[in-house]
């Protein structure tokens, strides 16, 4: 099945969305040819390569040549699309679109959805980069669709009701049920238009499916950061049909993590073991401890905690409130984790789990739980390890 992975590393906009689709191998020319199907005039669309920090990036471009209209209310977008000569299938994405923006705009105004009007999205050049993304999605032949969590930036935004946190209003309910994370990158990264594409057409949100990758696209941002590239990258391939990984198996994929760290040397071991409980009770996927030599000489302890982006904040929160640090380090990591399995198997001691580590389908390790196999080994009065052995000779019937 083709399936295309959103990469919202730096967020999403509608025109990053249309120049990572061109970047990924969509025909600019077609594309720009079906887009006449639309009948709106006054606008010029290009391609560019861009760099954003040492990337090289597709930036969409769409020029106005004539003034445009301030506003537009949902049923006047409906008309232009429905109107259009474009094929049904795009049409009917489009409006799924657009319908969503309209229904998300109407309840943070708490209005009917026909007395919503739109600003921004509502010109010509989100027209284009919605109806554009949804040609883009048929000549890429894509039939699935997943995501990562999004990364939705911070500080202020000025629209049209005045200075609103990021993420605004709109853009927050539309991300309702999705991950998203803020980091100290300051400005809008996800706009309407991305999040109405993104959340429209997503089965999923989280890490990367098992897939064969084909093909990869940039899709630059108007801004510039320094040592950060604000582009979107998009992954199109091959999955399996409904990307399934069997019930109770973890694929084998590559992870965007955070690992969140601080330097202590005034921390009594108590506390700092109930951090860490307190850190895996939290969501946080690993931590340890480290002995380091500090300033003057001073032995001291590095504190990690490895978690996903959408848990970084409450992971900081935990060190600054359970150790008397005065900062704390943030910085990504890429985790591949083996396929994992849970099992279980009959032993004469009774039924015990199994967790199973897979490569490529082949198991390569199997673990008991080691809560269950101190139970039996309780129950029946024999050694840990007896009943350790009987569940992976046990396991190694079922599967040699």
Not at 187 to 202: N, R, S
Not at 205 to 231: C, D, H, L, Q
Not at 238 to 247: H, I, L, R, V
């Amino acid at each position: 099945m083709k399936t295309l992975y959103f990469d919202c590393f730096a967020g999403i906009s509608g025109d990053m969305t249309l120049g990572a689709l061109v970047d990924a191998g969509a025909d600019a020319r077609v594309l720009t040819e079906r887009l006449t199907l639309l009948g709106v005039e006054g606008y010029e669309i290009s391609f560019e390569k861009v760099d954003r920090s040492g990337i090289s990036a597709t930036r969409a471009l769409v020029r106005l040549t004539k003034k445009e209209k301030k506003h537009r209310h949902l049923s006047h977008i409906e008309k232009i699309i429905g109107d259009s000569r474009l094929n049904d299938s795009v049409k009917g994405r489009a409006l799924k679109i657009f319908r969503r923006l309209g229904e998300a705009e109407a309840r943070v105004h708490d209005v009917p959805v026909e007395r919503i009007h739109f600003h921004e999205v509502g010109a010509v050049d989100a027209i284009v980069d919605v109806v554009g993304a949804c040609i883009c999605f048929e000549l890429l032949g894509v039939e699935r669709f997943n995501a990562s969590a999004l990364h939705v930036g911070s500080g202020t935004v000025e629209i049209e009701h005045g200075r609103f946190p990021v993420p605004p209003p709109a853009v927050a309910e539309l991300l309702k049920g999705a991950p998203v994370y803020a980091t100290d990158i300051v400005g809008e990264l996800v706009t309407p238009t991305g999040a109405a594409i993104l959340t429209t057409v997503c089965e999923e949100f989280g890490p990367m499916p098992r897939m064969s990758i084909g093909a990869t696209g940039y899709g630059a941002g108007g801004r510039e950061y320094k040592n950060f590239p604000n582009v979107l990258r998009v992954l199109i391939g091959e999955s399996d049909k409904a990307g399934e990984t069997p019930p109770g198996v973890s694929a084998q994929v590559d992870e965007e993590l955070l690992m969140v760290e601080t330097n202590v040397d005034d921390v009594s071991p108590q506390v700092l073991g109930y951090l860490l409980e307190k850190a895996l009770e939290g969501g946080a996927l690993d931590c340890f401890h480290t002995p380091v030599q500090m300033k003057k000489s001073r032995p001291g302890v590095l504190v990690s905690i490895l978690c996903r982006p959408s848990d970084a904040g409450a992971m900081r929160e935990l060190l600054f409130a359970e150790t008397p640090t005065l900062g704390v380090r943030t910085y990504a990591v890429t985790r591949r984790a083996l396929e994992r399995e849970a099992v279980t198997v009959e032993t004469e001691f009774g039924t015990i789990a199994v967790k199973v580590a897979r490569r490529e389908g082949r198991a390569v390790g199997a673990t008991p739980e080691y809560e269950d196999c101190r139970a039996a080994a309780r129950a029946h009065n024999v050694p840990l390890r007896v009943v350790q052995e009987a569940a992976r000779a046990a396991f190694r019937r079922v599967e040699p």
